[in-house]
Structure formats: structure tokens, C-alpha cells
């Protein structure tokens, strides 16, 4: 079954937690969670991007890459 077919219920979960972005981006689940979580931010506007003045530095962002899990231990999220 390929990313196209799956139903909007469905969702593909990573079992392991990635150590960078580097880690990450190897990863298709993870690159999709990333995705999703850009297009929120884009959707409700919580975020503008301006160009950066060229005598100030820019505040970064880190990722924090976790799985969610039930009470049972069993990895029901992705999460930035």
C-alpha cells in the first residue's frame, strides 16, 4: 500500500526516535510528520517569514523528534 492509497484514517508510524535532523531526514514517517507540522504553522499563520536584516542573527528553531505512546508502550504518534 503506498502513501497515495492509504485513507485519511490511517497514518504510518517510525518506531525509532531520531537523534538529529540528519537522523530524520532519512526517514519517510518523520519527513511526513515534519511536512505536517509546516503546514500547520502555514495554515493557521502562527509563524511570518521575513527576510533577516543583515545586522541581526536569526532564532532558530530545534526539533524535538518523540514518539507518543499508549499505556500499553506501543508507538501511536510521531511528534515534532
Given amino acids: ?3 497515495r492509497n ?3 484514517d490511517t497514518c504510518l508510524l517510525c518506531e525509532f526516535e531520531p537523534k538529529s535532523v540528519k537522523d530524520s531526514l532519512e526517514n519517510e514517517d518523520w519527513i511526513q510528520e ?3 507540522e509546516i503546514d500547520q504553522i502555514e495554515k493557521k499563520k502562527t509563524r511570518t517569514l521575513v527576510p533577516r536584516p543583515n545586522d541581526k542573527n536569526a532564532i532558530g528553531k530545534d526539533w524535538e523528534f518523540i514518539n507518543k505512546m499508549n499505556e500499553k508502550g506501543e508507538v501511536i504518534r510521531n511528534k515534532e
Avoid: D, Q
Fill in 1 to 3: 500500500m503506498t502513501r
Fill in 6 to 8: 492509504l485513507k485519511n
Fill in 34 to 36: 515534519m511536512n505536517e
